[in-house]
């Protein structure tokens, strides 16, 4: 288990996701973390958004490259999870990608 205050905006965690419910994306799989730095010090939850790698790129999907592989920053499927849901931190994302990922999620709950 990773401690709460070890958990930073935009990196990439192994995160279990089971059990899910119709079209969330399920199983174990990279996400990365999306909630800002002072909840993720405080909370024992963190917001955070599954990597994917075969989808198709849509407005509020992100393109990104990660481990060698290209996928998207699935933004439409972004979930609170509990830190014991983190299994194992795997790296960053790159800045950019973090920043460009900050915007879709600004842009999609703007009034």
Do not use: W
């Not at 010090?41 to 990660?66: D, E, N, W």
């Amino acid at each position: 288990m990773v401690g709460v205050t070890d958990v930073q905006r935009g990196e990439v965690h192994l995160v279990a996701l089971s059990p899910t419910r119709g079209r969330e994306i399920q199983k174990t799989r990279p996400c990365v973390v999306v909630s800002p730095d002072e909840l993720n010090a405080h909370m024992q939850t963190h917001i955070v958004a599954p990597l994917t790698t075969g989808s198709r790129a849509y407005p509020f999907r992100v393109p990104c490259k990660f481990q060698g592989k290209s996928g998207h920053v699935g933004l439409d499927q972004i979930r609170t999870v509990d830190r014991g849901r983190l299994v194992k931190r795997l790296g960053r994302l790159s800045p950019v990608v973090i920043e460009k990922s900050l915007v879709v999620l600004a842009e999609m709950f703007a009034p």
